[in-house]
């Protein structure tokens, strides 16, 4: 259904980073230092990845595995960031030939990026170090149209042009049985969806003929590859010609497939197109504004 609201040394080396759906760690371990008598700490997860949407939170396992120690491996708080946390779950075994597992938690920030920072275990004068990074995945400008039409086109029908940082497009009559009438933007080369497979408009209609504007967005394959291009609802929005913005969401999270139902690879994009009351008897005569256009991992869930 289409959604819409008014108004994502010696030891060993091994790097931690942490990701929220295929959760994996990586890190360093830079076993004991030059001048310890103790033994080894070695993590056996060579990489743990989190990757998570903004304000909300991925966690995984960290296994150490250790010789020779006087007493068991503990991180180092001071050198823990305080969007990480890391929890000791159980320890086998013995300091001098054991195991301890620790549960890490990235609790990602408001702000897109990738937070990465080397974390000690200590053990007496033992120090592991495994570096975590934690990446949030935000939403992604596609268009502001601050400066223009950003490398927008029409076809069938519809006129765009900027007005007041807004993307306007003028229709008269737009759309009918088999016209398919819109406008669209190739990027300059394939842009992976994968991540941000939900395409978020802030859209308001004024003046209409035979009923809303009817919106569908679709990502067209690069090259040669197919088009991600279904009418399903998920993809579908009507906006009433009442002058009011709204915010949409196009959700291609199931949906990066052609009309016939063959898969389209959401990592090679090559254009965005949003087609106006297209192969729709109803056609459409007003003004559509958009102001912004971006790509975001999922429906904010206050608004789903």
Do not use: W
């Not at 967005?217 to 279904?230: E, K, S, V």
């Amino acid at each position: 259904m289409t959604h819409f609201v008014r108004s994502f040394r010696p030891a060993l080396c091994l790097v931690l980073i942490v990701v929220a759906a295929g959760l994996v760690l990586a890190g360093c371990d830079s076993g004991p230092s030059a001048d310890t008598a103790d033994g080894v700490i070695a993590p056996t997860t060579s990489q743990l990845d989190f990757r998570v949407q903004p304000d909300s939170s991925g966690a995984d396992t960290l296994r150490l595995e250790y010789q020779g120690l006087s007493e068991r491996p503990v991180p180092d708080t001071a050198s823990v960031p305080p969007m990480y946390e890391v929890d000791a779950l159980e320890a086998t075994g013995s300091p001098s030939d054991g195991a301890s597992t620790f549960r890490v938690t990235f609790n990602g920030p408001s702000q897109s990026g990738t937070y990465t920072a080397p974390v000690r275990f200590r053990a007496g004068k033992t120090v592991g170090t495994v570096q975590f990074s934690g990446v949030v995945i935000g939403p992604q400008t596609i268009a502001d149209f601050e400066t223009g039409v950003e490398g927008f086109f029409a076809f069938n029908g519809p006129g765009i042009s900027q007005e007041d940082g807004q993307l306007r497009i003028d229709g008269a009559g737009v759309g009918g049985e088999g016209v398919f009438p819109g406008l669209a933007k190739p990027f300059g080369a394939p842009v992976s969806f994968e991540d941000t497979p939900v395409v978020e408009m802030r859209i308001r209609v004024t003046g209409s003929s035979n009923g809303p504007a009817v919106l569908r967005t679709a990502l067209n394959g690069a090259g040669d590859n197919a088009d991600a291009n279904p009418t399903v609802p998920e993809l579908v929005a009507e906006v009433p010609a009442d002058g009011e913005y709204a915010t949409y969401y196009f959700d291609f999270r199931d949906n990066f497939v052609q009309f016939d139902g063959v898969p389209v690879d959401p990592t090679q994009i090559g254009e965005i197109a949003i087609l106006i009351n297209d192969n729709n008897p109803d056609t459409f005569t007003g003004t559509i504004y958009i102001d912004e256009i971006r790509r975001r991992p999922a429906i904010p869930a206050s608004d789903e």
